[in-house]
């Protein structure tokens, strides 16, 4: 008696974990089940660039709630350079597809330990890892939109926090994840939200781990919009393009004003402001703004 069982062929009643019908005891043939092919990371990380030059980036794992891996953090983080590097691209989305924005770190995938672990090889592993993830957004040359469509847990709420602006669907939550598992919050945490909210309500969330919804994560200023689910793509496809119209390099030295002001003194940063004002002179753009307000006419900038 031959049965088909999922994943393999069970010939002569063997079924893993079953029991054996008409068992042959001389005889006994098992077809091994084909083994999985591997998932490209261009599959779970999509990329797509738009004619008005914003490039998508949309995390693809929905049945693991976009649980982001090592292969794929590593292509987001490969993504923001090249949009950085390319003149082409003038903005960026950040999104996910499914019920979850990201729900933190799947560590499936990552290159085995060879050896046992030994004091630094934890403190690599976050320098090497989450810690690059959120800098890699931080440091992009090019505005960075979060479309927040789901949970964001863990590495994946300091993932949106990180983005310059952050879109949040009705039905998102934010959880900082890490103290129900007895761990120490990473990915740049402690140092974002601090920032962003104080250290009152960081500490808040922090210590407690409770689910924020998308509308107090709005309230408490870790949201620039909360909006009807249905309604996400279409406005951060809005203001992306807004933003890739807008003189880039302006923007990319403004975001970069913005957020070295959060860890420096006054006279740094005005020493910092005027350095910008200084390169920004020197662009197209910047030339571009000023002639179209002298004769009254929209501005066409071009990125440069």
Same mark, same amino acid.
């Given at each position: 008696?031959?049965?088909?069982?999922?994943?393999? %062929? #069970?010939?002569?009643?063997?079924?893993?974990?079953?029991?054996?019908?008409?068992?042959?005891?001389?005889?006994? %043939?098992?077809?091994?089940?084909?083994?999985?092919?591997?998932?490209?990371?261009?599959?779970?990380?999509?990329?797509?660039?738009?004619?008005? +030059?914003?490039?998508?980036?949309?995390?693809?794992?929905?049945?693991?709630?976009?649980?982001?891996?090592?292969?794929?953090?590593?292509?987001? /983080? *490969?993504?923001?350079?090249?949009?950085?590097?390319?003149?082409?691209?003038?903005?960026?989305?950040?999104?996910?597809?499914?019920?979850?924005?990201?729900?933190?770190?799947?560590?499936?995938?990552?290159?085995?330990?060879?050896?046992?672990?030994?004091?630094?090889?934890?403190?690599?592993?976050?320098?090497? +890892? #989450?810690?690059?993830?959120? #800098?890699?957004?931080?440091?992009?040359?090019?505005?960075?939109?979060?479309?927040?469509? +789901?949970?964001?847990?863990? /590495?994946?709420?300091?993932?949106?926090?990180?983005?310059?602006?952050?879109?949040?669907?009705?039905?998102?939550?934010?959880?900082? @994840?890490? @103290?129900?598992?007895?761990?120490?919050?990473?990915?740049?945490?402690?140092?974002?939200?601090?920032?962003?909210?104080?250290?009152?309500?960081?500490?808040?969330?922090?210590?407690?781990?409770?689910?924020?919804?998308?509308?107090?994560?709005?309230? /408490?200023?870790?949201?620039?919009?909360? /909006?009807?689910?249905?309604?996400?793509?279409?406005?951060?496809?809005?203001?992306?393009?807004?933003?890739?119209?807008?003189?880039?390099? *302006?923007?990319?030295?403004?975001?970069?004003?913005?957020?070295?002001?959060?860890?420096?003194?006054? *006279?740094?940063?005005?020493? #910092?402001?005027? *350095?910008?004002?200084?390169?920004?002179?020197?662009?197209?753009?910047?030339?571009?703004?000023?002639?179209?307000? @002298?004769?009254?006419?929209?501005?066409?900038?071009?990125?440069?």
């Amino acid at each position: 008696m031959n049965r088909d069982t999922e994943g393999g %062929t #069970a010939v002569n009643g063997d079924m893993e974990g079953g029991t054996a019908v008409d068992r042959e005891p001389e005889s006994r %043939t098992t077809v091994s089940p084909e083994p999985k092919a591997p998932i490209p990371v261009e599959s779970t990380v999509l990329h797509r660039t738009t004619p008005d +030059g914003v490039s998508w980036i949309t995390l693809n794992r929905p049945e693991a709630m976009n649980a982001v891996t090592w292969e794929q953090r590593e292509r987001v /983080i *490969a993504l923001l350079a090249d949009a950085s590097a390319d003149p082409a691209v003038r903005a960026v989305v950040l999104t996910a597809t499914g019920r979850g924005f990201c729900a933190g770190a799947d560590l499936r995938g990552a290159p085995a330990q060879s050896r046992e672990r030994l004091p630094g090889d934890v403190a690599r592993t976050i320098r090497l +890892g #989450a810690q690059r993830l959120i #800098a890699a957004v931080l440091d992009c040359e090019k505005p960075v939109i979060a479309a927040v469509n +789901g949970t964001a847990a863990g /590495i994946g709420a300091h993932l949106a926090f990180a983005c310059d602006l952050v879109l949040a669907a009705d039905t998102a939550k934010f959880i900082e @994840v890490f @103290v129900r598992r007895g761990l120490v919050p990473d990915g740049g945490g402690a140092h974002l939200l601090p920032r962003l909210i104080g250290p009152q309500r960081a500490k808040e969330l922090m210590f407690f781990g409770d689910a924020l919804t998308a509308a107090d994560a709005e309230r /408490i200023g870790l949201v620039n919009r909360t /909006i009807p689910a249905a309604e996400l793509g279409a406005l951060a496809a809005e203001w992306a393009g807004r933003l890739a119209c807008g003189p880039t390099r *302006a923007i990319a030295l403004t975001k970069q004003l913005v957020n070295d002001s959060l860890t420096s003194d006054r *006279a740094t940063a005005f020493a #910092a402001e005027a *350095a910008a004002q200084e390169i920004n002179m020197t662009t197209r753009d910047a030339h571009e703004g000023v002639a179209s307000f @002298v004769e009254r006419r929209t501005p066409e900038y071009r990125g440069h």
